[in-house]
């Protein structure tokens, strides 16, 4: 009886497989005549496409915005390094242009020491010159340990720009030409005519705006033109005779008549001198 029941379990098992099996081989079968799949087929078909697409979109989606995230913090990054360096290039050129400026101011004050034979040059900076007193005074960065002294002519560009009037150890007050204050000492000058004649006079004012030193107090009728040189005269006995002052740009009448006003374009450096020479006698 066990035996029965035990055979009969061994059919029923073997004929499962043969008819699984045989559905495999229908199946295939089926699917190779068919131009599409069956129905339950494309329902699973259609499902696990549907479910791909709901993961890859969003899937996607952050992908895409995590490096357009990416590209615009490196974008930003390389804006901030070219801004640095735009600047960085601004600042040099304004160094550049400084430097230039400097150079060629110290190359026509060496020219000048040159023409000081009876000279010794001491070559200073500008250190201040404040708004309000910008044509009266300056302060160069040499003082008495340098060997200045009060009276010393400055001279800047190619001409005499100033003399000092107050000596401290490291640095020194210098009165300016252009200096037309009551109090301030006028500096003596003169002109020189093609005859060989001289006009004397003291500078009296300053034009800023034109660029151009007024002398006056001149009395005497000696024919000078544009162009004739203007010297310091060496009255007074404060500045030494002999030093360039500028050229004649016009004559006119004062306001009344009695004297002449000349005008003078200046040789030196008034309102850009960065660089000055103050001129000790040997």
């Known amino acids: 009886m066990h035996r029965f029941f035990s055979n009969r379990r061994l059919v029923i098992i073997a004929l499962a497989v043969i008819t699984c099996l045989g559905l495999m081989t229908a199946s295939v079968a089926l699917r190779n005549r068919r131009n599409t799949p069956p129905l339950i087929q494309q329902f699973g078909n259609d499902v696990a496409g549907f479910a791909d697409r709901v993961i890859s979109i969003p899937a996607g989606g952050i992908g895409s915005g995590v490096n357009s995230i990416s590209q615009l913090l490196s974008t930003y990054d390389e804006n901030q390094q070219l801004k640095q360096q735009v600047d960085q290039l601004a600042q040099d050129k304004v160094r550049l242009q400084e430097m230039t400026k400097e150079n060629h101011e110290l190359r026509q004050e060496s020219k000048l020491d040159a023409s000081l034979l009876d000279y010794t040059s001491i070559t200073a900076n500008v250190i201040a010159r404040t708004p309000s007193s910008w ?41 300016l030409i252009s200096d037309d204050n009551d109090a301030a000492n006028r500096f003596a000058i003169q002109v020189t005519a093609d005859n060989g004649k001289t006009v004397n006079g003291i500078v009296t004012g300053y034009d800023s705006t034109k660029n151009l030193i007024e002398m006056g107090q001149v009395t005497t009728k000696v024919a000078v033109k544009k162009g004739d040189k203007v010297i310091t005269s060496g009255l007074g006995g404060i500045t030494p005779k002999g030093l360039l002052v500028g050229q004649v740009d016009h004559v006119q009448a004062d306001d009344y008549g009695l004297a002449n006003k000349i005008y003078i374009k200046p040789a030196g450096n008034l309102d850009t001198a960065n660089v000055v020479t103050v001129a000790a006698e040997k």
């Open 135 to 175: 044509q009266n005074q300056l302060v160069i960065g040499k003082g008495q340990v340098s060997g200045i002294k009060k009276n010393m002519p400055v001279l800047s560009g190619k001409g005499l720009v100033g003399r000092v009037t107050e000596v401290n150890q490291t640095n020194s007050k210098v009165e």
